[in-house]
């Protein structure tokens, strides 16, 4: 059975941080590259970050970057997002996704229809 859970979701203060987790089990993570989408209330997903299996190429969203790093770990199936200076616009529910993106594609923003899995979320929200 796929599964990619997450964890490391929570409450905390704008310039605060958090890092959440995802574990993957049930398929052959190695060979797709694992990320996460964002869902906030009212707001179209937005693909937040990605990292290739063989942690060559990363992407992240304008929205994150330099606050955010995404991080994986093939022996253990696991992917982090260390997410550093957090404001309120990143309250949303965040989602754990694996999917395959065409080489020529790599380094570009990720659509939805490419993912193969999905994760069942961990809610982030920054408020004061």
């Known amino acids: 059975q796929v599964q990619l859970v997450e964890s490391g979701g929570g409450s905390v203060q704008p310039g605060g941080s958090l890092r959440l987790s995802c574990a993957a089990s049930g398929f052959a993570p190695e060979y797709y590259t694992i990320g996460w989408f964002r869902q906030a209330p009212g707001k179209e997903s937005e693909g937040v970050s990605y990292i290739m299996s063989n942690a060559g190429i990363t992407y992240y969203a304008d929205s994150v970057k330099g606050r955010f790093t995404i991080s994986r770990d093939n022996a253990e199936n696991t992917v982090n997002l260390q997410m550093n200076n957090l404001k309120p616009e990143d309250t949303a529910l965040y989602y754990c996704?694996?999917?395959?993106?065409?080489?020529?594609?790599?380094?570009?923003?990720?659509?939805?229809?490419?993912?193969?899995?999905w994760g069942h979320g961990t809610q982030v929200t920054v408020s004061s």
């Open positions: 996704v694996a999917l395959i993106i065409p080489r020529p594609l790599l380094g570009t923003p990720p659509r939805r229809g490419s993912v193969d899995f």
